[in-house]
């Protein structure tokens, strides 16, 4: 009767169960006084160029860098701390306007008063803005003022009124808000007003006014909200249990939604035509709403009365912690079913079946309170199977059915359950596997026979069935558990969830040992090594999107699986509390998507819903910066140093350090508003090293004993998801050497070594040249010297010469007079023979006195004067008796020459005394022919008469042969005679050189 009054319950539980909806918890943070704030109420909210987001409060105006706070107050320059508004314009200056000291602006390096003297009276400054040509615009309690140049000028097309708000459209339109007299558009010239009384406008209070793209404006006013689109004023349906809220301002995130601040009503969102309101139960600290803005990233920050600053980001996790009368519940199960529902389960044993948000939770249930439910299983059929810490409980129509160990389970806590191809049920329980069959369970023997614990349990699009234990992975076949060879040399125990995609590869959990996949080419194994940021995985689910979603003990990781598959590459985003993740930690297997794609976590906290439309990666790199540069790791005050400063960082310009300067420490700071704690730097310094530092969470580093040279600090910044800024921040400065080693000590030092090489260069020459002209002179008197020697010496042997000739020459003379005495030819003929040879040496000396050359003698004219002296003394002439000479141009020393001389004399005299008898005509040649530098061949040759028959100069009594053969061997050669058309002698002999 029990079960059936249960079934019913279940059945018609949407009809007697109030249905209520989710409180949706965002993803808030918050800072307060003590995270440095200096005071709780935020006035205005802008940020900055740099990524610095100004926060204004009654204790002075703070700049956030999403860590720390730097407060400003009136010793730095401000006018008042109380600040209405604050402003960004084009030119990067932050404009503050208060209540009761006018405007001030900062340009970065100081704060500078607006007041009177520019042109702007009031001191209650309610807006500032700027239109689209740069010209800024400033709502006061005496008018509207704009910027002309650097003066101020009032607004005069408006009535005189105290304004609060002033924006501009894109056609060139001003509209002006005002306290009490509603709104003013100033158009072509043409004023137009809109009151409560004359237009639907809510209050003539207006309290702020915001533009949008398509020249839509929207108009917060005391009493709530309006809108102006194609010059047509509505006032949109707000949710009805906001009565005329106080707009206090607006702001457009990056999805392109409007987000309005309401005085003491929290939040309204404005997306899709429609509002979503936003309370503490959505997870605001306070109702109280003052001021709004959107930093660069998207990030929503919220200003409030006396709760601090708030941040809204990761719009794409919503968490449901609050179900009714349960506060942060741990749901341990949850799973889809056939209908587009959701089934939840947790550890106290309470169970909801959810359509659109809306959640029945069953009040009356058939198990004990206090029993965990880890998974739920719903069949088309209208069974429901849910696996507990107290066995297995079967729904049915009309019946519920209780399985305990008495039914056969190996044990009470079960874990899960999956179907075979058969139908049949099999379930994965604390002590091994069980097989569901005729009502009964049957254990499935373990492995070894060692009784182990079965995780999980998972049937693949093949229809195999996978088992995950402590032990190991298993297959189940033929009603036995079998070690897969897919898996053969792959070890992973404790295996908690299996996972498949769409190309069929499964996903093997292993707590503190990674992830096992499997594919059509084998296994692999991702851990630490490769890349995994953390092994202890407890749950894995592959999503409709091809994303494998791992859940470990400390964030959910979301892997993209057509990177794991086809490059073996972890890529990945990881999900924690800074990414939005506030579910601290999922459980065993309780991850499921729905048929509109939301992926759903049950984690220790609740529910946590993911939207995968909105989550967008942050592509805004971080603003690095260099906050502070350093000697010696202490802080220095670097115009005291000496040095120019940067106005804007402080940090030091053109720096150049001594020597013993060489120790420095840089700090540097990227803001990242959406996750400034995943922030992480690289650095090199250029000059001393070139590699980039590994990526690091540190915001410091140091380098000592830097040595002398210039150097470049470059810093990257990487923001929350991974972006790297594209070019990094430098700082250049230089490290000067010792005097000894700078340019122009080495250059005077080079320059005094020149100067010294030269001069001693320039000593040397001098001395030299002195030797050299002292040696010349020396040389030129001992030239002078051996010249005239010379000339001495050749005197000498021309006079000796000339004295030889002349004697030969008077041996000649009494030769010619002694043979005038004699009467028998014979002896005439000697005495002609003696005179012709002693006239061969005289004819020598005399062309040796008469020539420069008086070591060497010319042959050929030597040999021409001894024929003629032959020819005048026989009285033969060269008409009867023609004279060839054919020689080559040579000089011989005296004794060859006097030695050929007469071997000439003796031959040329023969020729002219036997060879043409009785006046007979003929020839006589002479020939010198040079074979090498040391052997010649003389040739006499005449057509005469020849020699005898029987001619043997050997045998030859004749004083002139004899002679002539004695002659030849002085000269190492011979002389041999022939008859051939004359005689031909011929002498082969050697000349030394």
């Known amino acids: 009767m029990y079960c059936i009054r249960f079934f019913v319950t279940l059945s018609i539980c949407l009809l007697l169960i109030a249905r209520v909806t989710l409180a949706q918890q965002y993803n808030f943070r918050n800072w307060t006084l003590e995270q440095g704030l200096p005071q709780s109420q935020i006035t205005a909210l802008v940020q900055d160029h740099q990524g610095f987001l100004w926060v204004a409060t009654r204790g002075g105006l703070s700049r956030f860098d999403g860590i720390n706070f730097r407060t400003y107050t009136k010793k730095d320059g401000l006018a008042s701390h109380n600040i209405t508004r604050l402003y960004k314009d084009s030119r990067k200056q932050v404009w503050i306007g208060t209540s009761d000291a006018g405007m001030v602006v900062y340009n970065g390096t100081r704060f500078k008063r607006i007041a009177a003297a520019q042109g702007l009276p009031a001191n209650q400054i309610n807006d500032i803005s700027e239109d689209s040509l740069g010209q800024l615009w400033v709502a006061t309690d005496k008018g509207i003022?704009?910027?002309?140049?650097?003066?101020?000028?009032?607004?005069?097309?408006?009535?005189?009124?105290?304004?609060?708000?002033?924006?501009?459209?894109?056609?060139?339109?001003?509209?002006?808000?005002?306290?009490e007299n509603g709104l003013y558009e100033v158009h072509n010239g043409q004023l137009r007003h809109y009151t409560s009384e004359n237009s639907k406008l809510p209050g003539n209070y207006i309290t702020a006014l915001s533009t949008v793209r398509d020249n839509t404006m929207w108009i917060g006013t005391d009493k709530g909200l309006a809108r102006v689109a194609e010059d047509s004023l509505t006032v949109p349906s707000i949710p009805a249990n906001l009565s005329a809220p106080t707009v206090t301002s607006f702001t457009h995130d990056k999805q392109g939604n409007l987000w309005i601040g309401l005085l003491r009503d929290g939040l309204l969102k404005y997306k899709d035509k429609a509002f979503v309101h936003v309370t503490r139960r959505n997870g605001l600290r306070t109702p109280r709403i003052t001021a709004l803005t959107t930093d660069t990233e998207g990030t929503l920050w919220i200003g409030t009365n006396g709760?601090?600053?708030?941040?809204?980001?990761?719009?794409?996790?919503?968490?449901?912690?609050?179900?009714?009368?349960?506060?942060?519940p741990r749901v341990t199960a949850i799973t889809p079913d056939s209908n587009g529902g959701m089934w939840l389960g947790t550890d106290e044993g309470e169970m909801a079946s959810m359509q659109k948000l809306r959640p029945d939770w069953h009040s009356e249930l058939p198990w004990p309170k206090g029993t965990t439910i880890y998974s739920i299983c719903p069949k088309s059929n209208g069974e429901t199977w849910v696996c507990s810490s107290n066995g297995v409980w079967l729904i049915k129509p009309g019946a519920t059915q209780h399985y305990t160990t008495t039914h056969g389970l190996p044990s009470a806590e079960v874990f899960q359950t999956a179907s075979d191809a058969s139908g049949d049920m099999w379930f994965a329980t604390a002590?091994?596997?069980?097989?569901?069959?005729?009502?009964?369970?049957?254990?499935?023997?373990?492995?070894?026979?060692?009784?182990?614990?079965?995780?999980?349990?998972?049937?693949?699009?093949?229809?195999?069935?996978?088992?995950?234990?402590?032990?190991?992975?298993?297959?189940?076949?033929?009603?036995?558990?079998?070690?897969?060879?897919?898996?053969?040399?792959?070890?992973?125990?404790?295996?908690?969830?299996?996972?498949?995609?769409?190309?069929?590869?499964?996903?093997?959990?292993?707590?503190?040992?990674?992830?096992?996949m499997l594919h059509e080419k084998g296994t692999k194994l991702f851990t630490a090594s490769e890349g995994l940021p953390n092994e202890a995985v407890k749950s894995l689910f592959v999503d409709k999107q091809d994303n494998l979603w791992v859940a470990t003990s400390r964030d959910v990781l979301k892997l993209s699986l057509p990177q794991l598959r086809d490059k073996g590459r972890l890529t990945y985003r990881s999900y924690a509390s800074q990414n939005g993740f506030r579910g601290l930690e999922v459980c065993e297997n309780a991850m499921a998507q729905s048929t509109d794609g939301t992926i759903w976590f049950g984690t220790t906290k609740?529910?946590?819903?993911?939207?995968?439309?909105?989550?967008?990666?942050?592509t805004i790199y971080p603003k690095a910066m260099l906050t502070e540069v350093m000697l010696f790791s202490k802080p220095t005050d670097w115009k005291a140093l000496g040095y120019t400063t940067d106005s804007t960082t402080g940090l030091p310009k053109n720096l150049l350090l001594p020597h013993t300067q060489n120790y420095l420490s840089f700090d540097f700071h990227a803001i990242c508003m959406?996750?400034?704690?995943?922030?992480?730097?690289?650095?090199?310094?250029?000059g001393f090293d070139e590699q980039w530092s590994p990526a690091a969470e540190q915001s410091f580093t140091t380098y000592a004993n830097l040595s002398p040279g210039d150097y470049t600090f470059e810093l990257l910044a990487r923001n929350n998801d991974g972006v790297w800024a594209a070019a990094p921040v430098t700082f250049a400065f230089s490290i000067v050497p010792p005097i000894w080693r700078r340019e122009w000590f080495i250059g005077v030092l080079l320059l005094v070594f020149a100067v010294t090489v030269l001069s001693v260069v320039r000593l040397r020459e001098r001395s030299l040249v002195q030797m050299n002209s002292l040696l010349e002179m020396r040389?030129?008197?001992?030239?002078?010297?051996?010249?005239?020697?010379?000339?001495?010496?050749?005197?000498?042997?021309?006079?000796?010469?000339?004295r030889v000739k002349n004697n030969l020459q008077i041996v000649i003379s009494m030769l010619n007079l002694q043979a005038r005495h004699l009467q028998d030819p014979r002896a005439v003929d000697v005495m002609q023979a003696i005179r012709s040879r002693v006239r061969s040496m005289s004819i020598l000396h005399e062309r040796l006195y008469q020539h420069s050359d008086l070591d060497r003698i010319d042959l050929e004219e030597y040999f021409e004067e001894i024929c003629e002296s032959l020819y005048a003394a026989y009285g033969v002439s060269?008409?009867?008796?023609?004279?060839?000479?054919?020689?080559?141009?040579?000089?011989?020393?005296?004794?060859?020459?006097?030695?050929?001389?007469?071997?000439?004399?003796?031959?040329?005299?023969?020729?002219?005394?036997?060879?043409?008898?009785?006046?007979?005509?003929?020839?006589?040649?002479?020939?010198?022919?040079?074979?090498?530098?040391?052997?010649?061949?003389?040739?006499?040759?005449?057509?005469?008469?020849?020699?005898?028959e029987g001619f043997d100069p050997l045998l030859s009594p004749s004083f002139g042969l004899k002679l002539v053969t004695s002659l030849s061997r002085k000269l190492e050669g011979n002389i041999k005679f022939l008859n051939k058309n004359g005689t031909q002698s011929i002498l082969y002999f050697v000349l030394a050189p």
């Open 145 to 179: 003022y704009y910027r002309s140049g650097n003066q101020f000028q009032k607004y005069s097309l408006l009535p005189e009124n105290t304004y609060t708000s002033v924006r501009h459209i894109k056609d060139g339109a001003v509209w002006a808000g005002t306290r």
């Open 307 to 328: 709760y601090g600053l708030q941040q809204y980001k990761s719009p794409w996790f919503v968490h449901y912690f609050d179900f009714e009368s349960m506060s942060e």
């Open 431 to 516: 002590s091994g596997l069980a097989h569901f069959r005729n009502n009964t369970f049957v254990p499935v023997p373990n492995p070894g026979g060692v009784e182990t614990k079965a995780n999980c349990i998972f049937r693949d699009s093949k229809s195999r069935i996978w088992v995950g234990t402590q032990d190991g992975i298993y297959n189940l076949k033929a009603g036995k558990l079998l070690s897969p060879p897919e898996l053969k040399g792959a070890t992973l125990t404790e295996v908690g969830s299996i996972a498949e995609d769409n190309k069929g590869n499964l996903y093997f959990s292993g707590f503190n040992q990674g992830i096992l």
């Open 606 to 618: 609740g529910l946590t819903q993911y939207l995968p439309a909105l989550d967008q990666r942050n």
């Open 674 to 686: 959406s996750g400034p704690e995943q922030v992480r730097y690289k650095y090199r310094l250029l």
């Open 779 to 802: 040389v030129h008197h001992r030239t002078r010297l051996l010249e005239r020697k010379n000339r001495e010496k050749e005197m000498l042997l021309q006079e000796i010469h000339h």
């Open 878 to 948: 060269t008409k009867r008796i023609a004279l060839t000479i054919d020689m080559p141009q040579i000089k011989v020393n005296i004794d060859s020459a006097i030695t050929l001389g007469l071997i000439v004399n003796e031959l040329v005299s023969n020729t002219l005394k036997y060879a043409f008898p009785d006046g007979r005509h003929g020839q006589l040649r002479i020939e010198l022919a040079k074979h090498d530098e040391v052997q010649f061949t003389l040739k006499v040759i005449d057509n005469g008469r020849g020699l005898p």
